[in-house]
């Protein structure tokens, strides 16, 4: 007799790591996304409606207006849709009695701090789009307390919109790219946050002690600026037959957006790995990878 198939429901369905996770699903998982136009985050009686006809074993909040420098000029449909929005998903988790993972951000931090940040350090978001993100880890908690908060970083993949993509594409017609230098963060495959999902989601659909539930940090081993991450992109491309780009460093304030990004992004993973029994692998190794599978995607 086969094992009971574990079902997940997913909101959203083309970003990064909903599309990961559609890509990574192992036997004995159903992975269902749900977006637009069935399930709006902004909509309660969407999301109430959707989630109750899914009937999961496990809710994965993934879908986020994540529009970092437009969310400056729309902080109330940012606010909507990754603040009220979680709340409605953790809503309906609770009157399910399932668990439910969310994702959220190192953008939630101010990035002043001089070491990495533990989940425990004062929030103080910068941007709007942080303001939204750390709202919905508030209505979450007020909601249920059978949620798993998995604050992330700097993610990329061959999935969707990335910098990763970016930087392949700009080289495509530049030998030097000028990449900001003094910002530093843990650079994160979604194709790994996809895999600590489904894990995370076997576990606490198993055994639902309290022990599991919580804000967490979980991102990629190993940390980087920007320029250094750019850096291994081109050092891996040109290893495998493409040209050589340079990368010129520069500072923040050379490269101005509308929204600030937090000098410091790194997170402290520890209490993750030790509550979870397992880290993510080094950003370096999965850089390649991903590297790999765009090149031979473009072929």
Partial sequence: MSAKSLRLAVTGVSGQVVSALIDRTPENVEVIALG??????????????????????????????TQVDKAESEPDLAMRING????????????????????????????KLDRAYCEDDETNPTTAYGRSKLFGEEKIRQAYDKHIIVRTAWVYSPFGANFVKTMLRLSRNNDELSIVADQRGNPTSAIDVADALI?????VSQDNNQYYFGTFHMSGQGEATWAELA??????????GSKHVSIRSITTQ??????????????????????????????????????????????
């Fill in 36 to 65: 637009r136009p069935q399930l709006e985050l902004a909509r309660r009686d969407a999301v109430v409606a959707t989630l109750r006809h899914v009937r999961p074993d496990v809710i994965i909040n993934a879908a986020a207006y």
């Fill in 84 to 111: 009220n929005g979680a709340g409605y998903v953790a809503e309906v988790a609770a009157e399910l009695n399932v668990p439910l993972l969310h994702l959220s951000t190192d953008y939630v931090f101010d990035g």
């Fill in 199 to 203: 894990k995370i989601s076997k576990t």
């Fill in 231 to 240: 850096e291994n992109i081109f050092q891996e491309t040109h290893r495998l």
């Fill in 254 to 299: 050379e490269y101005p957006t509308p929204a600030l990004r937090p000098k410091n992004s790194r997170l402290d993973n520890a209490k993750f790995n030790e509550t979870f029994g397992f880290s993510l692998p080094c950003w370096q190794s999965s850089l390649r990878t991903c590297v790999q599978q765009l090149l031979e995607m473009k072929d």
